[in-house]
């Protein structure tokens, strides 16, 4: 089976997020999403971010904060630092339909649409091959790469996860810019802890 997924989506999906993006507004809640907030141990406490529309559930660091995106396929944007700084770790959430129904069985060819996806950033360079996952009871691929940050130039780097309910699509960007900054979240675990928070509803 060959899947038609939408072009304009692979154009939707841009790989520069929070760091310097300006099309993200300043913060403010989200009017669709509840958020509560539970202890965890080594690093404190995440805040669980609610999708009621699209079923999933994921946390993040409590005193990160949210941000809204022009976006509408963007359902949570979250930064470490006030993204005017282009420097420091952020979080994006996004859903697309592809009105395709993708599963285990098709996410081969599902690949050929999240390499495209992950191929259109500014200066992309793969630092391990995708690996296909399953990650809160969805099948998917994980992909870890570097790019270049259009504003400022600088090398940053993302872990990004494509995950399949249905049609949709839930695209999860662990971004860290520059490069150190993805180090430092990763070494403490952070991003972990936020990918293995990942549920559904």
Excluded: C
């Excluded at 406490?45 to 976006?71: C, N, Q």
């Excluded at 509408?72 to 470490?80: C, T």
């Amino acid at each position: 089976m060959v899947l038609a997924l939408p072009v304009v989506a692979a154009g939707a999906i841009t790989v520069g997020l929070v760091a310097g993006n300006r099309s993200v507004d300043p913060p403010k809640k989200a009017a669709s999403a509840t958020t509560s907030t539970s202890a965890l141990g080594n690093g404190g406490k995440l805040v669980e971010f609610r999708d009621d529309t699209h079923g999933f559930a994921i946390s993040y660091p409590e005193g990160w904060m949210k941000l809204a995106s022009a976006d509408a396929e963007v359902v949570l944007v979250v930064s470490d630092r006030d993204p005017a700084e282009g420097r420091g770790g952020s979080i994006l959430a996004r859903v697309v339909d592809t009105g395709v129904v993708i599963g285990p069985d098709t996410l081969g060819e599902a690949k050929k649409f999240t390499d495209q996806v992950v191929a259109s950033g500014q200066g992309v360079e793969l630092k391990a091959e995708p690996t296909q996952i399953n990650q809160g009871g969805l099948p998917g691929w994980l992909y870890f790469y570097t790019f270049t940050d259009p504003a400022s130039g600088a090398k940053g780097a993302h872990t990004h996860y494509f995950l399949f309910k249905d049609t949709l699509m839930i695209s999860l960007v662990f971004q860290g810019l520059p490069e150190d900054e993805f180090v430092r979240l990763a070494k403490g675990k952070l991003f972990d802890r936020v990918a293995n928070s990942f549920r559904l509803l």
